[in-house]
């Protein structure tokens, strides 16, 4: 399905029951709407599923940067919009997990609850990092070095020597994300700073973090967790940044029933 979103042509699919629920997924930098696959079928016997490709990824419009995070938070409720829906549950991973934050304190009014995976309220600390990738894609595009890098961070080494096929995977959906969308992200992360507006999210937040992250790590998290007032915080362990298709059934098992406790039933 498309979308006039804001200034962009948003892609997104809505799967599960007509009549359950609403909860929305939102992907981390450089994959698409599928890498929600695993947990859209644990989902749908219950919800209503929202994926969006973010704008700048897979089938969205990938307009030239500068992003900014509230802008990018906005397309999320343009989205919720178009789509009638007031309220919702939503989780988001990484830079997912940046716009959650962001909508907590900004739209607390249309959110049963997030859940925050693999994130920070603080990316500013690696600036020099992220002005990296950037020149990198610029000079480059979405090289090999991008790619091998990305896996590095968001799987295990268990995982890369074990899960080939996941690695194939994932190492696509870096490729073939557009650079434009990639570098605007990128500069809507390097100064990102929201920990002194965490105070402000009042609704139920679960926050999960992969144990061995190297790239949102677990002591980023436990910030948020110390920040945002009655959140619940859990570890995975063994698991790096992408912990949620590394060990999908631990990560359901960490989603499942937080979602069933904050909001409608189906």
Known sequence: ?????????????????????????????????????????????????????????????????????????????????HLGIQKTRYLGLSMGGFVGAVLGYRHPSRFHSLCLVSTSSNMSGAKEVWEGRIKTVQAEGMSKVIVEGSMQRWLSPGALAAKPQLVARLSKMVADTPPAGFIGWCQAIINFNVTDRLKEIKIPVRIIAGAIDPA???????????????????????????????????????????????????
């Open 1 to 81: 399905m498309r979308a006039r979103i804001n200034d962009i042509n948003m892609h997104y699919t809505i799967s599960g029951k007509d009549t359950a629920p609403p909860v929305l997924l939102h992907h981390p930098l450089a994959t698409e709407l599928s890498i929600w696959d695993e947990l859209t079928a644990a989902l749908e016997p219950h919800y209503r599923v929202i994926r969006l490709d973010a704008r700048g990824h897979g089938q969205t419009d990938a307009p030239a940067g500068p992003y900014k995070m509230e802008a990018l938070a906005d397309d999320v409720i343009a989205l919720l919009d």
């Open 216 to 266: 949102t790590t677990p002591a980023m998290m436990q910030v948020m967790h110390k920040e945002i007032p009655g959140s619940e915080y859990v570890e995975i362990p063994g698991t790096a940044h992408m912990l949620h298709v590394e060990e999908p059934a631990l990560f359901h098992a960490e989603v499942l029933p937080f979602m069933a406790k904050h909001g409608p039933k189906d």
